[in-house]
């Protein structure tokens, strides 16, 4: 990437420290970004807390080595500059001036300690930048403090952070990681009590809640190991209010010895999980949300849009944002290229509505397909759509559903149906027979549309299609000799055929 510049996020959280490289162009027009690294510490500084409210300065050495760490690994990686945040736990702390004066002094790093309202509003801004949802709850449990956002049209309408979280409530209300049905139950009354006391938490039922943090990801890949789930993220992907009370009743019936080797649930939460959990679902009831959705991008992400993207507000189109962003990534791709196959592929999907029901997001898929089908050349030109498939579904596209990356990537990577049908069949789980029959349709209208400019210098100036007699016909229009994309239009004319069960007729005039 030309022009880039590198910059580490450090989010010092009161249950983790975290990490974040990112590398990206300065300019607000051509905003790519990418994360080149990240590493996580836990270090626990909710459980640091004194009676005084004070957190001893001579605790803090785990901190200091840790910081000095990631200042390493920002050097190493050439970083520009440097951001440090801190949240609830040094933000609540007594004497908070005096801890953030020491790591100053000792790790030669200014610390910024965000106010409530800062870590709700970045913590939107980061999730507003990687999910295309207009309206729901925002929820974000961190280790000593929880905020709760409601939202619509993607423009927040209340905020508020709560001082509990998941380390600190384990403190308060269990004792050697183990919460009783008592203190469950006591737990549930104080997250309830404090809730009443904001009257919007409680007016807007059947809104989407949408989580922040390591709770809800790791109640996520526990649920995901148990379903043998074949798509392996954790952002977008939805659970119902059945299986989160299942997964609370069934961590809680476990010893923490035995809640450790719980498959998906890392280790250095496996004290923290059902206070956490029980926080979560006790929200989620109270607000009467719809359903749960896992957001794995947040405050980090906020806080890095807001650096380096001064004004950055909620992305109006998430998926364009996100499919360029990846396009940029992989400089062998000819833009011009693509966006001409985009335009095309368009057309031909319009010309095909007589005879096929379209729809708006099969529309998108389709675009999405036609500027990504060749990033897997950055790879190796040979098989390079194997390679497209790979990086389209192992790659953060915002805005999509787990299942729509899917449809995507078979699309884009589209060279027949066995192919297609081979492809799939790890994720049947999670495509139906009906998906795959779309894929081999839209994967033959890109076929077709890479066939109309396959010499890549876009010698078709427009395109028009009519369906006569069971024929599909391109009226095309030319500015230079396109006899390269004639025979090619031809060398698909079969498989298109037997896709769709009409011809297919060039038409050329200049």
């Not at 719809?290 to 507000?313: D, K, M, W």
């Not at 876009?458 to 069971?470: E, F, G, R, V, Y």
Request: aromatic content about 6%; hydrophobic content about 40%.
């Amino acid at each position: 990437m030309n022009d880039t510049q590198r910059i580490g996020i450090i989010d010092i959280g009161s249950n983790s420290v975290r990490l974040v490289l990112y590398e990206y162009t300065p300019s607000i027009l051509d905003r790519r970004t990418r994360v080149i690294d990240e590493s996580k510490a836990s270090v626990r500084l909710s459980g640091k807390v004194h009676t005084d409210g004070t957190i001893p300065i001579h605790s803090l050495d785990g901190l200091v080595d840790t910081l000095q760490h990631f200042k390493l690994l920002c050097s190493v990686n050439g970083a520009d500059q440097i951001r440090a945040t801190a949240t609830a736990a040094i933000r609540n702390a007594a004497n908070c001036n005096e801890i953030v004066d020491y790591l100053d002094e000792a790790c030669d790093l200014r610390i910024e300690v965000l106010s409530g309202e800062d870590e709700a509003r970045l913590g939107f801004l980061g999730a507003m930048q990687s999910m295309d949802i207009a309206e729901g709850y925002l929820l974000d449990i961190g280790g000593g403090s929880t905020e709760l956002t409601l939202f619509r049209n993607r423009t927040i309408l209340d905020t508020y952070s709560f001082p509990f979280g998941a380390v600190n409530m384990t403190k308060q209300f269990a004792a050697d990681g183990e919460l009783t049905q008592e203190g469950q139950s006591m737990l549930r009354q104080f997250v309830t009590e404090a809730l009443l006391k904001h009257a919007w938490t409680s007016v807007h039922p059947g809104l989407p809640l949408i989580g922040l943090g390591g709770t809800i990801r790791n109640i996520c890949k526990i649920d995901q190991r148990q379903r043998k789930y074949s798509f392996a993220q954790t952002h977008q992907y939805e659970m119902d209010t059945d299986t989160v009370t299942n997964m609370l009743t069934q961590l809680s019936s476990l010893p923490y010895e035995k809640r450790k080797k719980v498959e998906g649930l890392s280790k250095d939460r496996a004290d923290l999980i059902v206070p956490g959990l029980t926080i979560l679902h006790t929200i989620f009831e109270y607000i009467r949300a719809s359903h749960y959705i896992v957001c794995g991008v947040g405050l980090r992400n906020g806080v890095f849009a807001e650096s380096v993207f001064p004004g950055a507000n909620a992305l109006s189109n998430v998926l364009e944002h996100s499919i360029r962003n990846l396009v940029s990534l992989h400089p062998a791709v000819s833009l011009e290229h693509v966006n001409q196959v985009d335009r095309l592929a368009q057309v031909l999907y319009t010309g095909l509505q007589s005879v096929h029901q379209c729809s708006e997001r099969e529309a998108t898929l389709l675009h999405a397909a036609s500027l990504l089908y060749r990033i897997g050349v950055s790879v190796d030109l040979y098989q390079y759509q194997m390679h497209t498939f790979y990086l389209i579904a192992h790659s953060p596209i915002y805005g999509l559903t787990h299942r729509e990356t899917l449809l995507v990537a078979l699309i884009a990577s589209f060279k027949s149906k066995s192919r297609c049908k081979k492809t799939a069949a790890p994720y049947r789980d999670i495509l139906s027979d009906e998906d795959l029959i779309q894929c081999e349709k839209l994967g033959t209208i890109l076929q077709l549309a890479v066939a109309l400019d396959r010499s890549e210098t876009q010698p078709i100036a427009a395109l028009t299609c009519s369906l006569h007699d069971n024929t599909l016909v391109l009226d095309v229009q030319t500015h230079r000799n396109a006899s390269i994309e004639a025979r090619e239009v031809e060398s698909v004319h079969a498989d298109f055929k037997k896709t769709w069960k009409i011809g297919l007729h060039w038409q050329e005039r200049e």
